[in-house]
């Protein structure tokens, strides 16, 4: 398949190195029938290292030398559980000196099998939080505007006041009052 081709589908939209190694992890666990239990994992890495202060200290420290760091992780991988495709596939990743884009490959990995699995992600921020029938209005209404399946990721944002900013991919659709007053006081300094 040329490079081209490759590049113009839903799950290669992504370029660079996260782009290479998500695709080299999906294929593998796809392979090997493991891709759900892989997934899990790497989520599951992902909200580790954000839980750890110490791990994240590891991941960001630039005196650690490629051995050193995959021993330690090696260490925590295997006292968590972790599957050993996962286990190697972040040796390889740190032996390959990308100890500290850890954090991007696994989000990288994250959008690729949104992508592959034809799941779009809407980074939603509103002045509180959404309430339940709220996120399913939400999820419904983007339904309907054509984007299919779609996650929803939260921030709770006081300064917008009320309304929302829905942000998928390129897109941006800014509801916010903020943005709303910010609009009228423009206009009314133009009729001035």
Do not use: C, W
């Not at 954000?50 to 295997?78: C, H, K, N, T, W």
């Not at 000196?97 to 779009?120: H, M, N, Q, W």
């Amino acid at each position: 398949m040329s490079s081209t081709i490759a590049a113009s589908s839903p799950a290669d939209r992504a370029s660079g190195l996260s782009a290479r190694y998500a695709r080299a992890l999906y294929d593998l666990a796809d392979e090997r029938k493991q891709l759900d239990q892989t997934v899990n994992e790497i989520s599951a890495l992902g909200t580790l290292i954000s839980d750890s202060a110490p791990l994240r200290q590891l991941i960001a420290s630039r005196s650690i030398d490629a051995a050193e760091g995959a021993r330690a992780m090696e260490a925590v991988l295997a006292g968590q559980g972790f599957s050993d495709l996962v286990r190697h596939f972040i040796g390889t990743a740190i032996m390959n000196r990308r100890l500290r884009d850890l954090p991007e490959l696994i989000s990288g990995f994250a959008s690729y099998v949104a992508a592959k699995r034809g799941i779009i992600t809407a980074d939603v921020a509103s002045a509180h939080p959404l309430t339940d029938t709220q996120r399913a209005q939400l999820a419904a209404r983007l339904a309907e505007a054509g984007y299919g399946r779609v996650t929803i990721s939260e921030t709770v944002d006081p300064s917008l006041l009320g309304g929302l900013v829905v942000k998928i991919g390129s897109k941006l659709y800014d509801t916010s009052l903020k943005s709303r007053l910010q609009r009228l006081r423009f206009v009314m300094k133009g009729a001035a």
